[in-house]
Every structure is written in C-alpha cells, then in structure tokens.
C-alpha cells in the first residue's frame, strides 16, 4: 500500500496523533480510533517516545563542579579591570586598595548589625581634592520589627568604625537606601 | 538569618559593584542556565564555557538590564542567544551529552533506558535551532508560552508553532509508529 508519509495507512495524519499525545488533547475521531489498529500502534508508540522525552527533561542536571568558581573568577578579573583604587602613601611605598573591597568591608559591617538581613555597598570618593575621604552608599533588606531609622543610625555607627581601623580611608557620608522588608516569619 | 533577598535588589547591588550580590545571582541561576546551554548544545564542555559567557556578559550588560523584566528571563535570553551562536558556528558538527548520570535498577533495563534517553538527545541535537531553543524552553524548562515567546523575540503562535514542529519530529524519528 502505498501510503503518504506521516500518514497512518488508515489515513490519519501524524501530526494529530502527535498533537493528542503532546497536548493531551482530545482525538478528533473517537470512533475511528478504538477500533483502528492504525491508529492504536501509533498511539502506543508516541506515548512511549514522548515519555522518554519527559524522562530525560525530568533527569536532574547537576551543575559541574567548580563552575560557579570559574565564573565568579572571569567576572572577578572583569571587576579589577573597572574598579578604582584608594592610595594609602607610606614611607616604604604606597597601598592601594580597590573601592569594591572597601565597598565589601563596608557591606560586611552592615551585616553585623542585628535586623540587618542584606546588604550592599558601594564606596566611592567624595572630593577629588581629598581622595580618602569616601562616600558610601548602602542597599538594605531589613528584618519586620525594629525602626527602619534607629537600624539605618546603627549601620552608619558600624561603618564608621569599621572603615578607617580596616582601611585608613574616612568617611565622608553613608547614605543608606531601605530596598526591603522581609515579613515578620522569614 | 538567611533571606531570600529578590533578584532585583541583587542586581541593583551587583550593579554597585557588589560582586557577593552577584555570585548569589549565578547560584541562583546557574542551573537553569547550565540545563539550558546543555540541551541546546548536547555537550558539557561547550555547556559549560556558554553558562561562564552567558554570566560575564550579565555582569558587563547590568546597566541596560530593565527592572520590569525577570532576572531569570533575562538570563534565559542570554544563555539561548549565546547557545544559537555556537550552534551556527559549529555548523554540522555533531557533539553529545558525554554525562553519564547514575541510575539505580537492573542493568539491562537501565541500559535500554540510556538508550531510549541517548536517541531523544540525538534528535534533539539534529532540530533546527530555533525550534530546539523553543522546545527546550518548553518541555525542559516548562515556561509558558507568552515566556518562551519574549525570550526568543517572537510571538506566541510562531512558538506553538516551532514547539509543534519540533515534537513532530523527534517523536516522528524515535517513537515505532508505523
């Protein structure tokens, strides 16, 4: 018989067939199909195959080892390349220490200080004529329950301690950005 | 205390030069976009350099990222471009998932299995890319159409149509339906 292709030789298109088992649609001959043997060889086939498919989709896929290491490394490389750098001068040679490590510090402090659940931090310098003294800018998430104000004071306490004893910059201002709240069960 | 901080505020941080904020953003979505580059492209090696281009080119993109969009959407967006240019370079080069995944059970039934599973991939890689990217998205991430749809820049009914020709195909060369 000569049969066109994607056709079953009852003439059912496979496409439809494809589109029941795919879609869990609703045979467009009912009738046809409980009695076709066609149509049911096909349709135990597809159902097969296309369970295969939805196996290998529901196979885990472990992210390889090492990988978030080895992107965090280019990006890191990337950063170095754009971040400016604060110069401490000394009598044996000068110090230089990049923006986004004071930045990290910073956000480091802020992390300490309880209600405080994330943090970022940016530093940078306030007067090109006094490049050690820095402006901060800080991104929060803070826990529900204590005054947004009071915690805000409370970061900028530990910033300003911390960064002169950890880096020997001052601090110019640290304006401070509440981003969120989390709700009172997380 | 850890908090499940939202993405955007992950990138405004990343943003700031926050490279913390953004390492969490590539554990976030590292997965996904490993999963993606891995069955778009069949291969490990290639998988892993597309998700390590797909993350540097988020970072030097930051500033353009929209806040209106998903983080993951357009993480998707990247990982599939990017995946699409090394499939047009490789041009007939034929590379397989060379993972080997454990399997509890009988040996011989797993190993019909690998098989069955190894002829799926091997269709999978021989589709045209653009409806491998939207059969991808769709039967291996489960996004919805709409999703799909702003990810590869086309409308809805070009992906239900891409995602229909796709299955056609595999299930027409691996399923016995004659």
């Known amino acids: 018989m000569n049969v066109p292709e994607d056709r079953l030789p009852c003439g059912t298109a496979l496409d439809d067939l494809v589109t029941q088992v795919t879609e869990q649609a609703p045979s467009t001959d009912p009738g046809h199909q409980a009695q076709c043997p066609y149509c049911q060889t096909a349709l135990h086939g597809l159902t097969r195959s296309w369970a295969d498919i939805r196996a290998l989709a529901a196979e885990p896929v472990p992210v390889p080892a090492g990988l ?43 992390l300490t200080v309880p209600g405080v659940l994330f943090a970022s931090a940016q530093a940078r310098p ?61 | ?32 976009v490993y999963r993606v580059a891995l069955r778009m492209l069949a ?50 080069a034929t590379v397989l998932d060379d993972r080997q995944p454990a399997h509890d059970g009988d040996p011989a039934t797993v190993t019909e299995q690998r098989q069955r599973l190894h002829a799926v991939t091997r269709e999978l890689a021989a589709l045209p890319p653009d409806q ?21 820049d086309t409308t809805v009914p070009a992906i239900k149509g891409r995602i229909h020709r796709a299955r056609l195909t595999v299930l027409k060369h691996t399923a016995d339906w004659r």
């Open chain 1, 68 to 110: 978030t290491a080895r992107v965090m490394s280019r990006v890191r490389e990337l950063a170095a390349r754009m971040t400016t750098t604060f110069v401490l001068a000394g009598a044996l040679g000068d110090t230089r220490i990049s923006h986004t490590v004071i930045g990290q510090i910073a956000r480091r402090a802020a």
């Open chain 1, 126 to 186: 306030g007067q090109p004529t006094d490049p050690a003294r820095l402006i901060f800018t800080l991104r929060l998430v803070i826990a529900f329950g204590p005054a947004a104000d009071a915690l805000a004071d409370a970061v900028r306490a530990v910033v300003h301690q911390h960064i002169p004893r950890l880096t020997g910059a001052t601090v110019s201002s640290i304006d401070i950005t509440i981003d969120d709240i989390a709700p009172p069960d997380n």
């Open chain 2, 1 to 32: 205390m850890v908090v499940d901080v939202d993405d955007r505020i992950l990138v405004r941080g990343a943003r700031a030069g926050d490279l913390d904020a953004f390492e969490t953003l590539v554990r976030r979505h590292q997965a996904s």
């Open chain 2, 43 to 92: 291969s490990d090696a290639d998988a892993q350099d597309v998700t390590q281009d797909t993350f540097v080119r988020a970072w030097q993109a930051l500033g353009r990222f929209r806040e209106q969009s998903a983080v993951g959407t357009w993480l998707y967006r990247i990982v599939t471009r990017r995946s699409l240019d090394v499939l047009a370079a490789r041009r007939h």
């Open chain 2, 132 to 152: 491998r990217a939207a059969l991808v998205l769709r039967e291996f991430e489960g996004l919805p159409y709409e999703q799909i749809a702003e990810i590869l």
